[in-house]
């Protein structure tokens, strides 16, 4: 079998459902110190992380990743047994295979063979690997960042290896992503008989022009990298359970993905404003995700366009679109971020899935990166 399919094979048997890492990560580090990097295991609470790193000078990449994955769902339900991956037709089927033990297979790999080719190469590689991506992220690369800031450790390039791609291996890079603001809303009235509601004060009634106004409301017009700032519903809660009760209160819970043409600070006075002028009793609990990040076109982006167009042939598109990532918390260390990786269509579904032949080449990918960053200074 193929060593980066088999690789993959072998991290997708490991049961590593968020936080857990069933012992992948160790898998990883004995690896990577066959191949001289100096590995670091990092818990905190519950999250096992590491970080790797070979080489004494120059500037360093760092692959980053994830050995997470989401839950499963019903297992009877898949067509083979999500824990055990699976070849049909050139198709490797598991837990796992896109998002994202196949581009961690593909980091080693490529790792692996540029250092046999080149075992006193210039600069440095690192790995930046969690166990909390796909979970609540307080534990994970952020405490990992942290540790790093306070060895002085400073990162120049950075490749997650997030599954960006969309139709073909390697058409889409993503080169930042947008801010994730989330909010519950508490809209408060008073509770009373349904067939007396002189007596009560409807809170639904309430709330649903100002929601009319939020979700009507033009944030901004995006720019030349993001789209135009979203703001969505994703709950609207209230009753007592009884169908002739006007409830008290409801709860609202929204978000935006922001682009950087507005902040977190603007986004919420304006929320506010919108919230006020309805006359509202309400109460407002706000949470950041992560800010907006952008990598410009520079040394990374060049290295990666011109790796994947080397690999595939292909001229692949920037893009910010999408959910968050573990980007959000190196990018604003000065790092150059990107994101390559498989196939993103099947991620978090049933029978995930990835084509054999990519993970091969996903390693080619990584290998050019590290190439034309660490020999040729792009």
């Not at 070979?54 to 980053?64: C, E, N, Q, T």
């Not at 709860?251 to 922001?258: A, K, L, M, P, T």
């Not at 690999?311 to 679109?321: C, F, N």
């Amino acid at each position: 079998m193929e060593k980066t399919l088999a690789l993959c094979c072998d991290l997708i048997r490991r049961p590593s459902v968020t936080p857990l890492d069933a012992g992948c990560q160790s898998l990883m580090m004995e690896q990577l110190g066959a191949l001289g990097f100096t590995c670091t295991p990092l818990r905190f609470g519950d999250v096992d992380n590491f970080w790797a790193e070979r080489g004494h000078s120059g500037p360093i990449l760092v692959f980053a990743g994830h050995t997470d994955v989401v839950p499963t769902g019903p297992e009877a339900q898949w067509d083979t047994p999500p824990f055990e991956p699976t070849l049909v037709d050139g198709v490797l089927y598991g837990r796992g295979a896109a998002d994202m033990k196949g581009s961690l297979a593909a980091m080693l790999v490529a790792c692996e063979e540029f250092v046999a080719e080149h075992p006193d190469h210039p600069g440095r590689i690192g790995f930046l690997i969690t166990s909390d991506e796909e979970g609540v992220a307080v534990n994970g690369t952020v405490k990992v960042i942290e540790y790093l800031q306070q060895q002085d450790k400073t990162i120049d390039w950075c490749v997650v290896g997030e599954p960006s791609s969309s139709e073909t291996l390697g058409d889409v890079i993503k080169n930042g992503r947008r801010g994730s603001l989330g909010a519950v809303l508490t809209v408060r009235g008073v509770q009373g008989h349904i067939a007396y509601p002189h007596l009560a004060d409807n809170p639904i009634h309430r709330a649903l022009p100002a929601l009319h106004a939020l979700t009507s409301e033009t944030w901004d017009q995006g720019n030349e990298f993001f789209p135009p700032t979203s703001m969505q519903l994703s709950n609207i809660n209230g009753g007592t359970g009884a169908t002739n009760v006007i409830p008290g209160s409801v709860e609202v819970q929204f978000n935006f993905r922001f682009s950087t043409e507005v902040t977190e600070a603007g986004l919420r006075q304006r929320t506010e404003a919108i919230l006020d002028a309805h006359g509202l009793d309400y109460t407002l609990e706000w949470a950041l995700s992560g800010q907006p990040f952008l990598t410009s076109r520079g040394a990374l982006v060049e290295a990666t366009v011109a790796s994947i167009t080397a690999a595939t042939g292909l001229e692949p598109e920037l893009s910010t679109a999408g959910g968050t990532s573990d980007g959000r918390f190196i990018a604003p260390t000065g790092a150059q971020v990107v994101e390559v990786g498989p196939l993103n269509g099947t991620i978090h579904k049933l029978n995930e899935e990835v084509l054999a032949a990519d993970l091969p080449r996903l390693a080619g990918i990584y290998r050019g990166i590290l190439e034309r960053l660490l020999l040729q200074g792009v």
